[in-house]
């Protein structure tokens, strides 16, 4: 029987790399130390506060040394702040500390006795003994020699970075990597990278919650609280789903600020990278017109695909009802007969287990190879009972056929004339091909059909 470790147990996160958990009040740099220490723009950096809101986790590695960086939302006990979700973002904070390995707690140059600092600081104090302080912006020598007002803090190790300019940071990972040895982790191409995919406000971050079975990712019934990618690892029968949670897919026209847009473009790499997609709707809404332009941009990219459909716990759950349901969506959108939909409820976490499972069957079958002589053969029984279309007396014929990738499955057709290809016949291709190819509900099948000229 298939079954899901919990996150919390000593398979944490399946990557056996210890996690160094940075933290600190909003705008003092965190997503820009982030940003350094990966090369890349990766974490939403912006001037405006509280732009991080759940906790995002990236592997490190220094001098062979492997870690893994957690990068928070900022850390606001005032209740004067204007932020809806602070609490909820202290309160994850919070349970990271527990499993923290060491804790980067960074503070702004320019303010030394910044309130919030202080009562960040005062907070910490149970876990003094893994606190590194992180004196950001000490962006030249001079600045070095006025660092003394910190030692006040009472934190043993102080260290002065530029996280813009990436002074003073390899001494920070020196000190970090100091006592750690090299640990077995998972390579990323042994990992399948499933992605929760929807509109806005169907439940994706109750799903990934449900499935990691601690609070991860923020949860609130205003639209759009995801604007990040989360991402974390389960284990089933020894293999390993790295899910990602994404911001949900709104109309490009409605993206109004910048944080927004970003957030979109981080939602669409993560369609291009994932292995397997869950497509989220919504039992009671069912499919929008978005969420049609959506599934037909995973379909185009061939990817392979679940249906989950959340909250059935708030419709009337009788078979019948999951009959109609699926057979509304498939006629509302006709290439879902090759999907599998599953009716589910992340907040009452059901059918997350059939979930995991069919997500990982589907990602075993599409990467099933097929051989060229019996490829052949099918193509040979097809045509035998199906006529080829043909134009102005020309008439449509594949001279050749193989599979030349997996995941998804790509297989290109040698023929004489791509443009006699008509619709009808492409649907009744892949309907006829399905039965033939191994397990192929789910499965996002390639066909490049390449005139006899262009090969």
């Known amino acids: 029987m298939h079954h899901a470790l919990p996150m919390n147990s000593n398979l944490d996160r399946l990557n056996f790399m210890k996690k160094i958990l940075i933290v600190g009040r909003p705008n003092v740099g ?20 509280g732009v991080t809101r759940d906790i995002r986790y990236f592997n490190q590695e220094w001098n062979g040394k492997k870690f893994e960086i957690c990068d928070s939302g900022g850390l606001v006990f005032s209740k004067q702040t204007s932020n809806p979700y602070q609490n909820k973002i202290n309160e994850q904070i919070e349970y990271e500390l527990n499993n923290a390995y060491k804790i980067l707690f960074m503070v702004d140059f320019s303010y030394p006795e910044h309130p919030e600092d202080q009562r960040i600081n005062q907070w910490l104090k149970n876990y003094r003994k893994k606190v590194i302080l992180l004196i950001n912006k000490v962006d030249n020598y001079e600045r070095k020699s006025e660092i003394s007002t910190f030692y006040s803090y009472g934190i043993e190790h102080v260290y002065p970075i530029s996280a813009i300019q990436g002074n003073g940071i390899g001494d920070v990972l020196d000190h970090i990597t100091e006592n750690l040895t ?9 990992k399948i990278q499933v992605a929760l995919i929807g509109k806005p406000n169907t439940g994706k971050s109750s799903l990934y919650n449900a499935i990691f079975n601690q609070k991860k990712a923020l949860v609130d019934s205003k639209m759009g609280t995801t604007r990040d990618i989360n991402q974390s690892c389960i284990k089933i029968n020894n293999n390993i789903l790295s899910f990602m949670d ?8 409605k993206i109004t600020d910048t944080i927004e847009y970003f957030s979109t473009i981080r939602t669409e790499k993560a369609i291009e990278k994932a292995n397997v997609i869950v497509f ?26 679940i249906i989950f459909v959340n909250k059935w716990d708030l419709t009337i759950r009788s078979d019948q009802a999951r009959k109609d349901i699926v057979a509304m969506l498939r006629h509302q959108v006709p290439t879902l007969q090759h ?22 069957s589907i990602f075993k079958a599409s990467t099933y190879r097929i051989p060229t002589a019996e490829l052949n053969q099918f193509l040979e029984r097809f045509f035998e009972i199906n006529h080829p279309p043909s134009k102005k007396g020309k008439q449509f014929k594949i001279y050749y056929a193989t599979q030349v990738s997996t995941t998804p499955p790509h297989f290109i057709f040698k023929v004489n004339d791509s443009n006699l290809l008509t619709k009808p016949f492409l649907r009744n291709f892949e309907r006829e091909f399905r039965t033939f190819f191994p397990k192929s509900e789910g499965v996002g099948l390639n066909f490049q059909f390449k005139s006899k000229k262009h090969v």
Do not use: W
């Open 30 to 49: 965190k997503s820009s130390l982030i940003n350094r220490l990966l090369g890349l723009k990766i974490a939403i950096t912006a001037r405006e506060e």
């Open 182 to 190: 090299t640990e077995k982790k998972e390579s990323e191409d042994e």
């Open 246 to 253: 994404t911001a949900g897919l709104r109309k490009r026209k």
């Open 280 to 305: 989220m709707v919504d039992a009671e809404e069912l499919l929008t017109d978005q969420d049609k332009k959506i599934l037909n941009h995973i379909f185009l990219k061939n990817k392979n695909c």
């Open 339 to 360: 999907y599998p939909i599953i009716m589910g409820s992340a907040k009452e976490k059901h059918n997350i287990q059939p979930l995991l499972e069919t997500a990982l």
